[in-house]
Structure formats: structure tokens, C-alpha cells
């Protein structure tokens, strides 16, 4: 099953929306472009409102610039490690699968490849990166616990076989009484680009 990839939280969500703002980049130079040239050949004077209009939509422009050079270090994750886990989370309703996800920070933006929520836990894959390991999890904590959605420390694997490993433990052994993940899961959406 192919998953939307305009959706926060699914897998090639960041190349997917990298994509998209650099064609709306491309939309907005031709449009200004446009804005200046026609005006100007027709009025014969650059000083005429439409230059004006032109200059102020440089600004929605220049945001889609800065929200593309934001994700510009940032891919998604690895195809095959992404199907494995897929694989073992699939039909589960008592795990969430989220990839994809780039937390957005005051020091800085961080990755994480996958994350798992199970039973009100939070476990997470990210490959070697700026952002320690330590780093991630004190962040995902924070987040986390100022609305009091979980009481255990999230866990980062740095290593996919762990990750693997982990994930395949937690698919074989259902909860007897499951807790929500739908607010945790919200939560970090709300903290990624």
C-alpha cells in the first residue's frame, strides 16, 4: 500500500514537500518576473503599480526559499529499511509508524528516520547525524512530558539492525490495555517542519 506522501509523518514526506516548494519557488520567480516585464513593455516605464506589486510578492516568494533551504540537508529515509519495519508494524493497531519526521528546534533542526509509538512509548531511528542521540531523546522528553503524554524516556537507535530488532519485540507482544498514541503522535507533528 502506497501512503500519501503530502501527509506529515509518512514516509518520503520530505522529499516529497522539498519537491513541491521548489516548484512553488519556480512559480513565484516566473509570476514577479512576469509582474515586471509586461507592465513595463507596455506602460514603457518601470515605475508604474505593477512594480510595486511585483516587489511585495517577493515576500511570500522568499518564504518558500527559507522553508526549502530549511529541509535542503534533510532526505528521507532508506526505502528498504522503511518496507522492513512497515512490514512489521502493518496491521497493528496497537503501534504507530511515523518517518520522516524533522524536529524542529531552538539549536537546531534533527532528524529522525522512523519513530515507533507503542503503548504510550516512544522509539525512534536516526542515523548518525549533527544531533546526538542523547540530544534527540532530551527532546522528544521535553516535548513530551510539558503535556504529561508519556512517562518513560523515549529511546533512539542509532543502529537500524537495534531499531529492527526492537520493533519486531514490540509487533509480537500486544498490550493487554493499549494507550492512545493519536496525542503523542499530534504532538510531534506539531514540532516538525
Not at 29 to 39: S, Y
Request: charged share 20%; net charge neutral.
Amino acid at each position: 500500500m502506497e501512503e500519501n506522501k503530502r501527509i506529515k509523518g509518512t514516509y518520503g514526506y520530505i522529499d516529497s514537500l522539498k519537491r513541491s516548494k521548489l516548484a512553488a519557488i519556480g512559480i513565484w520567480a516566473i509570476f514577479i518576473a512576469l509582474l515586471l516585464i509586461i507592465p513595463s513593455i507596455i506602460f514603457k516605464t518601470r515605475y508604474n503599480s505593477f512594480t510595486i506589486a511585483a516587489i511585495v510578492m517577493v515576500l511570500p516568494a522568499a518564504r518558500q526559499v527559507v522553508q526549502y533551504l530549511s529541509l535542503l540537508p534533510f532526505h528521507s529515509g532508506n526505502r528498504e529499511e522503511y518496507k522492513k519495519i512497515r512490514s512489521l508494524t502493518e496491521g497493528k493497531s496497537w503501534i504507530v509508524l511515523a518517518a520522516d519526521m524533522v524536529l524542529a528546534s531552538e539549536s537546531g533542526h534533527m532528524m529522525l528516520d522512523m519513530l515507533v509509538i507503542y503503548n504510550g512509548n516512544v522509539y525512534g531511528y536516526a542515523p548518525a547525524q549533527k544531533k546526538s542521540r542523547e540530544a534527540i531523546e532530551a527532546y522528544l522528553t521535553n516535548i513530551l512530558t510539558e503535556e504529561d503524554l508519556i512517562h518513560k524516556k523515549p529511546v533512539v537507535h542509532e543502529n537500524f539492525e537495534e531499531f529492527e530488532e526492537m520493533v519486531m519485540m514490540l509487533s509480537a507482544n500486544e498490550p493487554s490495555a493499549p494507550v492512545e498514541a493519536g496525542a503523542i503522535f499530534s504532538r510531534l507533528k506539531s514540532n516538525c517542519l
